[in-house]
């Protein structure tokens, strides 16, 4: 009978581990999926403890900070929306930190949210997954797609860089609690990380105006414009009366 070493045991145990942790992994990624077709159908609660226990089995899964913070910014919780994106953006960070000089790694971690969100497509396109909103559901997946494979593009060594999705929806969330400076601060670096994303500048037109900073305002309108973002009508009338207003006064 042969008996394992202290250090073929150790192995034994190390290799467990490590597959305990890919299963773990993936479990993560099928409970975000869940919280992502409950999301679409407005089962709000639902997607909350899908969301929270894709966490709970990868804390590393930036997705599910994500889609945490979509419920709160959907049920007008913002300050937990803003926390719930701050995770987001920092574990982002926290992934590509640890992977500094590891290229492929960071690639890699790319790539399985891109097949995520293929798959999140996929099922939009099918009907597997229902929404209120199919075309808008979309949109907003086609968008984060494009920004994932553009920062995947980056030259190797290049800083890290969040993807604008995570930025934009923290923007949103400091916005909507009334936070205005940090809402324009953390826009400004999404549209510092990728200057085609309309909704960054029609955003930004939107804060920069109630902050009486027309003429930048009426600038970003028309970058949100060039780059293919619909600008409400109602957003322009009110920048042209609080101009005419500016000229009275």
Request: charged share 30%; proline share 3%; glycine share 8%.
């Amino acid at each position: 009978m042969r008996f394992l070493t202290c250090a073929g045991l150790l192995l034994l145990g190390t290799a467990a581990a490590a597959a305990q942790t890919e299963r773990q992994k993936e479990e993560a990624l099928l409970h975000v999926k869940a919280g992502n077709a409950a999301l679409e159908v407005e089962r709000w609660d639902e997607a909350a403890r899908e969301f929270n226990a894709a966490i709970q089995l990868d804390p590393r899964l930036e997705l599910a900070y994500c889609g945490l913070g979509r419920v709160h910014m959907a049920t007008r919780r913002y300050p937990r929306a803003i926390d719930a994106f701050t995770s987001c953006r920092n574990v982002f960070l926290g992934n590509v930190a640890e992977g500094q000089g590891q290229q492929l790694e960071i690639e890699q971690r790319i790539d399985k949210q891109l097949l995520n969100l293929k798959d999140q497509r996929s099922a939009l396109q099918s009907g597997r997954v229902r929404s209120r909103d199919v075309q808008a559901s979309l949109r907003r997946v086609d968008d984060q797609i494009r920004q994932l494979e553009r920062l995947r593009g980056r030259a190797p060594g290049a800083a890290p860089a969040v993807p604008p999705y995570i930025l934009t929806a923290l923007g949103s969330a400091y916005f909507r609690a009334g936070a205005f400076a940090e809402a324009e601060r953390e826009w400004r670096e999404a549209v510092s990380v990728d200057p085609s994303v309309g909704e960054i500048h029609n955003n930004l037109a939107v804060v920069l105006m109630l902050t009486n900073r027309l003429d930048e305002a009426e600038k970003e309108i028309a970058l949100a414009e060039r780059h293919g973002f619909r600008v409400s009508q109602g957003l322009k009338d009110d920048l042209e009366a609080r101009k005419g207003g500016k000229k009275d006064s």
